[in-house]
């Protein structure tokens, strides 16, 4: 008896563990083509984005405006670029931060952007 409740206990622990484990998993929200690139007109930085694909099993959406702010990081490869390397004509993919407006397109701001291609 004592054995049986020592194997319960154990996998109740790796059961709570494995729960509690913080895995981050990043859904995409949209994959694309840029648009258009909407900048500030003081600054001349980029303020949000238009991308437009086809919704595929691993994206959410077809078409979304895209906020670009600070906190937002864009990747080509592995490697970490600046705002300034987005292009209209760019092929890329969107992870979103936080919740997005459900209107059409949906509006929301970019997590993480990974330029895919030319």
Avoid: W
């Avoid at 092929?91 to 970019?110: H, K, L, N, R």
């Amino acid at each position: 008896m004592k054995k049986l409740l020592l194997l319960l206990l154990i996998f109740s622990i790796m059961m709570f563990n494995t729960a509690c484990a913080k895995e981050s998993i990043e859904t995409i929200g949209i994959r694309g083509e840029i648009k258009e690139i909407y900048t500030d007109e003081e600054s001349a930085l980029i303020q949000s984005i238009i991308v437009e694909g086809p919704v595929e099993d691993d994206t959410m959406y077809d078409s979304a405006s895209i906020t670009v702010d600070n906190n937002t990081t864009i990747y080509k490869g592995d490697e970490k670029v600046t705002v300034e390397d987005l292009e209209e004509g760019l092929t890329v993919e969107v992870i979103f931060d936080g919740a997005v407006a459900e209107s059409y397109p949906v509006q929301g701001t970019a997590k993480k952007i990974k330029i895919l291609g030319d």
